[in-house]
């Protein structure tokens, strides 16, 4: 495994970094692929990769900007799969203002049964 996983941001994917050398997960963007399962399919390989070496150095940070229905499921499925296999930290970033990003967080930390820090944003 390469020490750094990374998908440039495009107009319909987040920037995605993954740095196996930190155990760090960065996902930051909206997330609205023609082809969800691809997009997920390549995360998804790389992350479980990692935890099998490194179950107990995982830090995830997502800080989203939008995802559609689909994309809501899947990061609901991979956020299953990841705290299945390892403890991470999760960490759920969102702008001072945008409620519904700050609820989806606390959603899906309900929907795993797993803890998620749920960070505002300082406005620059």
């Known amino acids: 495994m390469e020490n750094k996983f990374i998908i440039p ?3 319909q994917t987040p920037l995605v970094e993954f ?11 909206k997330i609205i692929p023609e082809n969800p399962m691809e997009f997920f399919a390549q995360i ?8 099998k070496a490194h179950p107990d150095n995982l830090e ?3 800080q989203l900007d939008y995802f ?16 299945s296999s390892s403890k991470p930290t999760l960490n759920w970033y969102y ?6 990003l700050k609820e989806a967080g ?4 309900t929907i795993i049964n797993y803890p998620i820090n749920i960070i505002e944003l300082e406005e620059p």
């Not at 998804?44 to 935890?51: A, G, K, L, R």
């Not at 689909?70 to 990841?82: A, D, G, I, N, P």
């Not at 702008?95 to 519904?100: L, N, Q, R, T, W």
């Not at 606390?106 to 930390?109: F, M, T």
């Open 9 to 11: 941001k495009t107009n």
């Open 19 to 29: 740095d196996t050398i930190k155990g760090t997960f960065h996902m930051q963007g």
């Open 44 to 51: 998804n390989n790389s992350v479980e990769e990692y935890i």
């Open 60 to 62: 995830i940070n997502m």
């Open 68 to 83: 559609n229905t689909v994309s809501s499921k899947m990061l609901s499925k991979f956020f299953q799969k990841v705290v």
């Open 95 to 100: 702008e001072k203002d945008d409620i519904e």
């Open 106 to 109: 606390e959603d899906y930390a």
